[in-house]
């Protein structure tokens, strides 16, 4: 089993960048692909993007490719999430989930990742 915990959220003006964190802990942690979804108001939580296990192969949905990027760090058992050129569309709760030896190739769906953090809000005003 892994442990995730995100951080890094908070309120930025469109055009703005932030960077998320998810750290993961577990004696297996390293084993993990780690993928991004976000949930806004109203809507389904959809994928945004994620790294494979073995790292740095990435996958991002249309939206955000070109302006998010993922690495990993697997000495400190963290994934960043990079955001740049925020959009007003991009105001979400931003999850990090994980699954093990998972290639992640493709846009994921919620219920391929068993473990989950906790999400942190990202806000883009206007």
């Known amino acids: 089993q892994v442990q995730l915990a995100e951080s890094g959220g908070g309120s930025v003006q469109a055009g703005g960048s932030l960077r998320l964190s998810c750290a993961a802990s577990?004696?297996?942690?390293?084993?993990?692909?780690i993928a991004w979804f976000r949930q806004a108001p109203g809507k389904e939580r959809e994928f945004v993007g994620g790294?494979?296990?073995?790292?740095?192969?990435?996958y991002f949905r249309d939206s955000v490719r070109g302006r998010f990027s993922i690495s990993r760090d697997n000495t400190k058992n963290t994934v960043y999430l990079q955001m740049n050129s925020l959009k007003p569309e991009d105001t979400a709760v931003y999850y990090c989930?994980?699954?093990?030896?998972?290639?992640?190739?493709?846009?994921?769906?919620?219920?391929?990742?068993?473990?989950w953090g906790q999400g942190t809000q990202v806000t883009v005003s206007s």
């Open positions: 989930a994980a699954d093990r030896y998972r290639v992640v190739s493709s846009i994921g769906r919620p219920d391929e990742y068993p473990f």
């Open positions: 577990g004696p297996t942690a390293s084993s993990y692909a």
């Open positions: 790294i494979a296990w073995s790292g740095p192969f990435t």
